[in-house]
């Protein structure tokens, strides 16, 4: 599992409290007194928490913390929730190309464009960004739809069809999913 660490900022108190019981902790304990060495920090990081006592809108990872006292056993509580929302959160999003296919919002974004997916839609992404080869249409109907592949349907040519059609109108990318003579591929 990766170090999991605690970026107090701007809360000198509780860094000095919760640095003296790092060793009873399940994260590093780090400090940030302003927002050039926060960035810094969280740059060089993969698995952290902000913990703040006020939100900053620049940051993401944030908990904040604007009610004391807390007793510390609340709070390493409350922190490890949060390291696993945060964890949760990590494992949602899949990258594939210039995409990133949020799982729980079934969304996929690129720069600042966000376009709605079905579940559907994203289980035929995400099986298909997994192989190097073209997926058969036989393997999707099986595999995504649970479809018997002796069974005639044209269900998964017309989602490829629509799907392909909503990449091209949101992101003006008509080379994500290709079609070739033994199947369809994202490349």
């Known amino acids: 599992m990766l170090a999991q660490n605690l970026i107090i900022y701007r809360f000198s108190h509780l860094y000095h409290i919760l640095k003296e019981i790092e060793l009873n902790l399940n994260f590093n304990i780090l400090f940030a007194d302003n927002e050039n060495i926060l960035s810094n920090t969280i740059k060089n990081l993969n698995n952290y928490l902000i913990i703040t006592d006020r939100e900053y809108p620049n ?6 913390l604007n009610y004391t006292p807390v ?3 609340k709070l390493v509580e ?15 999003e899949v990258k594939v190309n210039n995409y990133i296919i949020d799982l729980n919002s079934r969304e996929m974004l690129t720069k600042n464009i966000k376009l709605k997916l079905t579940e559907k839609e ?6 298909l960004s997994k192989s190097n080869k073209p997926i058969s249409v036989d393997e999707l109907q099986e595999k995504v739809w649970s479809y018997q592949s002796h069974i005639e349907t044209h269900t998964v040519e017309t989602h490829i069809y629509r799907l392909r059609k909503k990449i091209l109108n949101t992101f003006k990318d008509s080379e994500f999913i290709i079609s070739k003579k033994n199947g369809y591929q994202i490349k």
């Open 71 to 73: 007793k510390i056993s």
């Open 59 to 64: 940051f993401v990872n944030q908990f904040v």
């Open 78 to 92: 409350k922190v490890n929730i949060e390291f696993l929302k945060v964890q949760f959160n990590n494992q949602s």
């Open 122 to 127: 994203i289980n035929t992404i995400v099986f």
